[in-house]
T-cell receptor
Framework: DTGVSQNPRHKITKRGQNVTFRCDPISEHNRLYWYRQTLGQGPEFLTYFQNEAQLEKSRLLSDRFSAERPKGSFSTLEIQRTEQGDSAMYLC?????????????FGPGTRLLVL | AQSVTQLGSHVSVSEGALVLLRCNYSSSVPPYLFWYVQYPNQGLQLLLKYTSAATLVKGINGFEAEFKKSETSFHLTKPSAHMSDAAEYFCAVSKSPGTYKYIFGTGTRLKVLA
């Protein structure tokens, strides 16, 4: 169990550019979540996968955001045409539906700064 | 709809003093409740969780929390603060059964004074 990993840890981009983040969950976990955390706030739910199926999306996930989990393992979160308001920490978490499925384990996050 | 309220965005305690961080929740169904800690520029680490077993839950680093249904509260306590406890603490609720997505409070930043 190596924990949840996220790459990159930091990303600086210019407004209008596209960015992609990767999350590798704990290997036996079939559930994967994305959250966004802005300064001084708690994380906010973005989307949830069970295996490769995206089962829920928040209204926060505008059309510029897309998430995938093609083989039910790692996941990517892409933001197109970034805006300054997208600057935040993007957190990934995973859990297992077969054991303690209610408990999510978080990665270190990807901090995005849009200039 | 579920929600979480953390009273006090900043709490300061002296080293060795009692730590009390407050969390109130609203949920139409029996909830799962969690406390996480976040150190600067890091992800969230689970401190403890309530999943409808014992109402007094013990976690890591000497923290514990008590689920009080009548007060819809899940306050976090530690008898004696240590300098290393300085961090941001988040209370979260999730619904069972369901997607188990978390609804987080806005967090409480704990400062420990020497």
């Amino acid at each position: 169990d190596t924990g949840v990993s996220q790459n990159p840890r930091h990303k600086i981009t210019k407004r209008g550019q596209n960015v992609t983040f990767r999350c590798d969950p704990i290997s036996e976990h079939n559930r994967l979540y994305w959250y966004r955390q802005t300064l001084g706030q708690g994380p906010e739910f973005l989307t949830y996968f069970q295996n490769e199926a995206q089962l829920e999306k928040s209204r926060l996930l505008s059309d510029r955001f897309s998430a995938e989990r093609p083989k039910g393992s790692f996941s990517t979160l892409e933001i197109q045409r970034t805006e300054q308001g997208d600057s935040a920490m993007y957190l990934c978490a995973s859990s297992s539906s077969t054991s303690g499925g209610e408990t999510q384990y978080f990665g270190p996050g990807t901090r995005l700064l849009v200039l | 709809a579920q929600s979480v309220t953390q009273l006090g965005s900043h709490v300061s305690v002296s080293e060795g003093a009692l730590v009390l961080l407050r969390c109130n929740y609203s949920s139409s169904v029996p909830p799962y409740l969690f406390w996480y800690v976040q150190y600067p520029n890091q992800g969230l680490q689970l401190l403890l969780k309530y999943t409808s077993a014992a109402t007094l839950v013990k976690g890591i680093n000497g923290f514990e929390a008590e689920f009080k249904k009548s007060e819809t509260s899940f306050h976090l306590t530690k008898p004696s603060a240590h300098m290393s406890d300085a961090a941001e603490y988040f209370c979260a609720v999730s619904k069972s059964p369901g997607t188990y997505k978390y609804i987080f409070g806005t967090g409480t930043r704990l400062k420990v004074l020497a």
